[in-house]
């Protein structure tokens, strides 16, 4: 049974682009939630999903948006890049509604130049 | 606003002693608190998770404890192997349906010394 897959594993942009990262969830699993992880601290939450509906939002501008799709799988849409975007983008799937018991993805690399 | 701070940033213990890391948290609101488990490169996997109506967890090496009126919450590994040799993040969570969110602290880099 596949895990949380990621797509892509790494990415170089430049400053002002925008940038889409894709996951697909666990099977079953309906939920989907996006972190932040940069170097040397813990994932910090952007968004979490159920049933196609954002039911969390994390300290992040407007400039960072998601869905997620009938089939589960989500994108996590970040405009006008800027430097202090560069982090790696994890994506989580659980279960149930709430944030317990994620299960993650390798997450996508990006590097903003 | 919300915060989860996790002590210490580094650890190294002799190989077979015991490994302690303290978390504590803001938001009273949070019930839920999981252990997460990042080795090199690797995703975060979680290892232990305890909710707020329990004061204490234990699966084999791994215990977690709770103290809800201080808002303090502690993993507790026995017997480490150079495999416990890793990066781990606490995190606390309100965990009910609407405006769900979830804090992690900043991770405590776990090294087992041989």
């Known amino acids: 049974d596949a895990g949380v897959t990621q797509s892509p594993t790494h990415l170089i942009k430049t400053r002002g682009q925008h940038v889409t990262l894709r996951c697909s969830p666990i099977?079953?699993?309906?939920?989907v939630s996006w972190y932040q992880q940069v170097l040397g601290q813990g994932p910090q939450f952007i968004f979490q999903?159920?049933?196609?509906?954002?039911?969390g939002r994390g300290n992040f501008p407007d400039r960072f948006s998601a869905r997620q799709f009938p089939n589960y799988s989500s994108e996590l849409n970040v405009n006008a890049l800027l430097l202090g975007d560069s982090a790696l983008y994890l994506c989580?799937?659980?279960?149930?509604?709430?944030?317990?018991?994620?299960?993650f993805g390798s997450g996508t690399q990006l590097s903003v130049l | 606003g919300e915060n989860v701070e996790q002590h210490p940033s580094t650890l190294s213990v002799q190989e077979g002693d015991s490994a302690v890391i303290k978390c504590t948290y803001s938001?009273?609101?949070?019930?839920?608190f999981p252990w997460y488990k990042q080795e090199l490169g690797k995703r975060p996997q979680l290892i232990i998770d305890?909710?707020?109506?329990?004061g204490e967890k234990k699966d084999q090496r791994i215990a977690v404890t709770l103290n809800k009126t201080a808002k303090h919450f502690s993993l507790h590994i026995t017997e480490t192997q150079p495999e416990d040799s890793a990066v781990y993040f606490c995190?606390?969570?309100?965990?009910?349906?609407?405006?769900?969110?979830?804090?992690f602290g900043s991770g405590t880099r776990l090294s087992i010394r041989p």
């Open positions: 305890i909710r707020s109506n329990v």
């Open positions: 999903y159920y049933e196609k509906e954002e039911r």
């Open positions: 099977s079953g699993h309906k939920s």
């Open positions: 995190a606390a969570s309100p965990s009910y349906s609407s405006a769900s969110k979830i804090i």
């Open positions: 938001d009273s609101a949070s019930n839920y």
């Open positions: 989580a799937s659980s279960l149930a509604e709430l944030n317990e018991k994620l299960f």
